[in-house]
């Protein structure tokens, strides 16, 4: 592929495509009110029904007037990649190297990706279980049991709940016997970061939860379930130029996101000590 035949379409689906697949985090929320993003600073507007009242009956029905809440979910990420291929670096190459940098550039927007949404720790509302990794006997089950009973006193559905751990939580998880791996529940179960089950909670994992150093090392085991967080992103810029002072193809793609939690009580946090 070269300049001549660059078609950003086709490119960005490429790209969208890429980062949809690395993605961890991204693809444990929703994206229900994903719309048009052209520039940093637009918004969208989550619009989502309160409770109705359940009412007895004496003969006559009083309809209520329903009512919903408004949320704003403001697009104020802006990432880029850029990079250049030399004329003499693609005729030699063996593969396309503008579709293998295409396939690292979605990963490492991916990436940051997952960072930001991993940040979100910080609005969970259903509370946090503290996990011990540094005890001679943890009690890892104990503490995704915890995590399930914070959930249900929050009302949360049980379907699509969802857990992404650590490295280090995870290896402590393959020492567990309660815990299923995925490879043991059929192929249909392996996906991106997918690893197995336990307590209800689909489990992931991700080097990207965040490690807080304070009077130890915690990692913060982000859990949930699918409508908690919103999301929304679009790569808004793909762009191929060629180089005005060297023999390079350039390109460069941008890429326009945003998250906000929407069901607070739909968050939790393992706050999982490490050694």
């Known amino acids: ?23 961890v985090f991204g693809g444990l929320v929703t994206r229900d009110w994903e719309g048009e993003i052209r520039e940093q600073g637009d918004s969208v507007r989550i619009n989502r029904p309160n409770n109705l009242t359940v009412n007895d009956y004496a003969g006559s029905v009083t309809y209520e007037s329903p009512t919903s809440a408004q949320t704003i979910l403001t697009i104020d990420q802006k990432k880029y990649v850029a990079f250049k291929v030399s004329d003499i670096d693609q005729a030699q190459a063996n593969v396309d190297l503008i579709d293998a940098y295409a396939n690292r550039a979605a990963y490492a927007l991916a990436d940051a990706v997952d960072q930001y949404l991993a940040s979100l720790y910080t609005a969970a509302g259903a509370g946090t279980v503290t996990l011990d990794l540094t005890a ?74 965040p490690e807080v150093v304070a009077t130890g090392t915690f990692h913060k085991v982000l859990f949930g379930y699918n409508d908690a967080i919103a999301f929304a992103g679009q790569f808004t810029k793909v762009e191929a130029l060629r180089g005005e002072s060297s023999f390079d193809d350039l390109f460069r793609s941008l890429y326009l996101f945003g998250a906000k939690v929407i069901e607070a009580n739909g968050l939790g946090v393992i706050d999982a000590q490490v050694a």
């Open 136 to 209: 001679a006997t943890p009690d890892v089950y104990g503490a995704f049991v915890e995590a399930r009973k914070l959930l249900n006193k929050k009302n949360v559905p049980q379907n699509g709940r969802w857990v992404v751990v650590s490295p280090d939580v995870e290896a402590a998880l393959l020492q567990d016997d309660k815990f299923v791996r995925a490879t043991d529940q059929g192929d249909n179960m392996r996906m991106t970061g997918l690893i197995g089950g336990i307590a209800g909670f689909d489990v992931y994992v991700s080097n990207n939860v």
């Open 1 to 23: 592929m070269s300049i001549a035949n660059f078609k950003p379409n086709i490119w960005s689906a490429r790209l969208q495509a890429n980062l949809d697949k690395a993605l």
